[in-house]
């Protein structure tokens, strides 16, 4: 699955309800999505950016393009810091409401989208991620979300994810400083990846460092993901972590700036426990994060998992960079 990130968009009014349907139905438009498809986004995008501003403490919903194959389709990531729910499932049922209304609305967007996934606390807030296709895609197994510094519309952090019937290889990158620039480096850095030939970390990182040279350069880290082991190879401060959501470890990331400063290139192999998650991001994330609090959070889609951790951990003076990805059960 490739992705194509859109921006980002505050749900601070009600004027805020129509720029996000206005900016979805545009997307679904550059992709071709048939009258039938668009009118699901409409409902989609209205009722998910609607509840944003009637309920949800800052809110905000990103939009992106997606492609798997021939199939195509517009996502829409919304997250909010409260007030949260205590019973999802009941929740998006129709005619369940907190405020007196008809309580069709989570309900609409369940039945109107494609695919769609939601994880929700008491106080701590929700996120959900709602996509309508052309034609239902597979489950992804590994996902992110960048967004750009405040003030940019560019983010130089980017992420990529490719596989085979025997690995799963995914990597995340971070050009260095901000703005159009860094995003550049971080466009070649997820172009190259995926040009890459078959190897592992080290040899697809060797390739990447030559493929930026022209670039300003970036950090970046390579996971390979087989069976109950991974290997790792990364250059710079992108941090690294294996989680079970109660635990987790940190990986070794080696100094250096793909692209202009490399010393020799290492490979590390960790074991992958059933059910645990690989966590990367970039220095726009901080360090101090916990998933204990967000109990059965990796069960659901590896967005939300992303999502929670951009909301919690994200700092708004970088770039931000986090990209999940699920050990094979």
């Given at each position: 699955m490739t992705v194509e990130h859109g921006g980002w968009y505050p749900v601070t009014d009600a004027g805020s309800v129509g720029v996000v349907r206005r900016a979805a139905a545009h997307l679904a438009?550059?992709?071709?999505?048939?009258?039938?498809?668009?009118?699901?986004?409409?409902?989609?995008?209205?009722?998910l950016a609607g509840n944003l501003y009637k309920y949800a403490i800052d809110g905000v919903v990103h939009l992106r393009r997606l492609r798997c194959g021939e199939d195509r389709g517009v996502e829409l990531v919304a997250i909010d810091a409260g007030p949260g729910m205590a019973d999802l499932a009941v929740s998006v049922a129709d005619g369940h409401s907190t405020s007196g209304t008809l309580g069709i609305g989570l309900g609409a967007i369940r039945r109107q989208a494609t695919r769609v996934d939601a994880y929700s606390r008491p106080g701590r807030g929700?996120?959900?991620?709602?996509?309508?296709?052309?034609?239902?895609?597979?489950?992804?197994?590994?996902?992110?979300?960048?967004r750009p510094i405040a003030g940019e519309t560019a983010s130089g952090d980017g992420y990529a994810v490719r596989?085979?019937?025997?690995?799963?290889q995914v990597m995340l990158c971070d050009g260095l400083?901000?703005?159009?620039?860094?995003?550049?480096?971080?466009?070649?850095?997820t172009v190259e990846f995926g040009a890459a030939p078959p190897g592992g970390p080290r040899l697809v990182l060797e390739h990447l460092h030559r493929a930026l040279a022209r670039t300003r350069g970036a950090v970046a880290a390579v996971v390979d993901l087989a069976g109950d082991t991974l290997?790792?190879?990364?250059?710079?401060n992108i941090s690294a972590w294996v989680t079970d959501g109660t635990t987790r470890r940190a990986m070794t990331s080696l100094p250096g700036i793909v692209g202009h400063q490399r010393p020799e290139i290492r490979e590390f192999e960790y074991r992958l426990p059933p059910g645990a998650v690989v966590v990367l991001h970039t220095d726009g994330l901080t360090d101090r994060w916990e998933l204990t609090p967000y109990p059965g959070l990796l069960d659901r889609q590896p967005v939300?998992?992303?999502?929670?951790?951009?909301?919690?951990?994200g700092r708004r003076r970088d770039?931000?960079?986090?990209?999940?990805?699920k050990a094979p059960r």
């Open positions: 438009a550059e992709l071709e999505l048939t009258e039938a498809r668009l009118g699901e986004l409409a409902i989609v995008s209205a009722e929700t996120v959900l991620a709602a996509s309508v296709w052309s034609a239902p895609p597979p489950a992804s197994w590994a996902e992110g979300l960048v596989s085979d019937p025997d690995h799963r400083g901000h703005g159009p620039l860094a995003a550049l480096a971080a466009q070649r850095a290997r790792f190879a990364g250059l710079g939300l998992v992303a999502a929670t951790l951009m909301r919690d951990a770039d931000a960079g986090v990209l999940v990805a």
